[in-house]
């Protein structure tokens, strides 16, 4: 079975969280800063794992 992509599994988290306060199944303050809590806590999600630019003479 082939996985999900790691920034893929972080947008539809933020959308169920999104979807939980539409439902009333977490509170409506939670939600709203849900998104910056899961960005600090995964950073390698959103800023690519890490990996930088080589420079130019190294393969």
């Known amino acids: 079975m082939p996985s999900l992509p ?3 599994l972080l947008g539809a988290l933020l959308i169920a969280i999104a979807l939980m306060a539409i439902f009333g199944i977490i ?3 939670v939600a709203q800063f849900a998104p910056l809590a899961l960005l600090a806590i995964f950073p390698g ?3 690519g794992g890490g990996r ?3 420079p130019a003479g190294e393969r």
Do not use: A, I, Y
């Open 6 to 8: 790691r920034p893929l």
């Open 27 to 29: 509170p409506e303050k």
């Open 45 to 47: 999600m959103w800023l």
């Open 52 to 54: 930088g630019c080589r």
